[in-house]
């Protein structure tokens, strides 16, 4: 059944990403409305539902899903909590949302494809990545042919999560049995999908991980590298680290074609729109006498605003999950497609700990 207008989304979780979400909530009340809150911390709940006048708070998820009046279920909590949360949602008949990583496992994440597609509701996973404008930028560049057959894609993500106080010592973040590992799953993800959604299929991986500041327990890694083959023949490098001293938080990404490359850089560190480039070689720009004239092709990529109204990836994202909920399209984002980033995380993990090649198709 067709979900009224607004979207009436019930949330669970109201810690730090809650910030980032709720501003599609306050920029598009005609699209979504907060209605519903529980976190297990209760002064969290009451602090996010004060700034939503109607919003209920509950104390536990059973009742707000049996009681609440919502369609959809956002879901940003630890995640180890990502699969029951979401199944009981889906059961309730709820659409849901729920942040990155899908899962702790990829058998948990079919779990909930399975179960969202015999309940016939969307499933949607938060990779706010897909729904950045500078990144489509780049994903449509590609698909043009502007940079000819992509070659390969170098990418990393790094930051100093302890070793810059970004978070206290002790952080869910750090415990791999809240978090279902460490650097790999919880931010190497966002990277993972994104080259995913522009390159394809990766056909194998080999990786290896390691612990070594003793803050990081239950098998949360710190530092992560891994070597992908892609389906098309493209390779691929990754670079992991949680434990980047004085490490501005950085997410490096590099596309090589046979005819330019696209590169998009961190802007200082900030969690902000990323700078994307594209240099083609030219003919006039092949100067042997001049070497330094083949590095002067990079420019700006235009950002594609193709159904993307805001500047902002999270506002996106929200405003394209309650449409699919309205329309019934399968989301850009939607638990089946994220199989394959769940596959690629078990792949990386597998590798590390078989010191052995995994063939994707195998899992
Ligand atoms: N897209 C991004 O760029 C991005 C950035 C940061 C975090 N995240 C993701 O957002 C999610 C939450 O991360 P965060 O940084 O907000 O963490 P957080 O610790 O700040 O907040 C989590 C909240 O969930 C609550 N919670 C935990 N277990 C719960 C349960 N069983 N039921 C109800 N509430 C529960 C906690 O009390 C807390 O308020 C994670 O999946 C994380 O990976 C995404």
């Given amino acids: 059944m067709k979900p009224p207008s607004p979207l009436r989304i019930g949330l669970i979780g109201a810690g730090n990403i809650w910030n980032a979400h709720k501003v599609a909530f306050q920029q598009f009340p005609e699209s979504v409305r907060l209605a519903a809150v529980m976190d297990i911390n209760p002064a969290a709940a009451q602090k996010a539902a ?52 899908m899962a702790c496992s990829l058998a948990e994440a079919r779990s909930m494809a399975d179960a969202a597609d015999k309940a016939g509701v969307r499933l949607m ?14 994903k449509r560049l590609i698909e043009s042919g502007e940079i000819g057959r ?14 810059n106080g970004i978070l206290p010592a002790g952080h869910w973040l750090a415990d791999g049995s809240k978090a279902g590992g460490g650097i790999v799953i919880s931010v190497c993800v966002h990277r993972l999908d994104l080259v995913r959604f522009c390159l394809g299929e990766v056909r194998r991986v080999s990786a290896v991980t390691r612990t070594l500041d003793p803050g990081y327990i239950n098998g949360a890694e710190d530092f992560a590298a891994a070597l992908f083959e892609f389906e098309s023949g493209a390779l691929g490098e990754m670079f992991g680290t949680y434990s980047g001293f004085r490490m501005p938080y950085s997410e490096g990404l590099m596309i090589f074609g046979q005819d330019g490359a696209i590169h998009a850089s961190p802007n200082n560190g900030e969690y902000q729109a990323p700078a994307v480039y594209a240099s083609k070689q030219h003919p006039g720009v092949k100067d042997e006498n001049n070497w330094l004239a083949q590095f002067r092709g990079f420019q700006p990529v235009p950002p594609d605003t193709d159904g993307l109204p805001s500047d902002n990836s999270f506002v996106n994202q929200m405003l394209h999950f309650a449409d699919c909920c309205h329309t019934g399209a399968e989301p850009l984002s939607s638990g089946r497609d994220n199989l394959g980033t769940m596959r690629l995380i078990e792949g990386i993990y597998q590798s590390a700990k078989t010191g052995t090649w995994i063939d994707l198709k195998n899992l």
């Fill in 50 to 101: 004060d700034e939503f006048p109607g919003a209920k708070v509950y104390a536990d998820p059973a009742t707000m899903l049996r009681d609440a009046e919502i369609d959809a279920v956002l879901i940003l909590t630890v995640h180890a909590e990502h699969a029951a949360l979401a199944h009981a949602a889906i059961v309730s008949g709820r659409h849901v949302l729920v942040e990155k990583p």
């Fill in 125 to 138: 996973i938060g990779q706010c990545q897909r729904y950045d404008r500078s990144y489509r930028g780049a």
């Fill in 150 to 163: 992509v070659q390969a894609v170098r990418f990393d993500s790094m930051q100093g999560l302890f070793s």
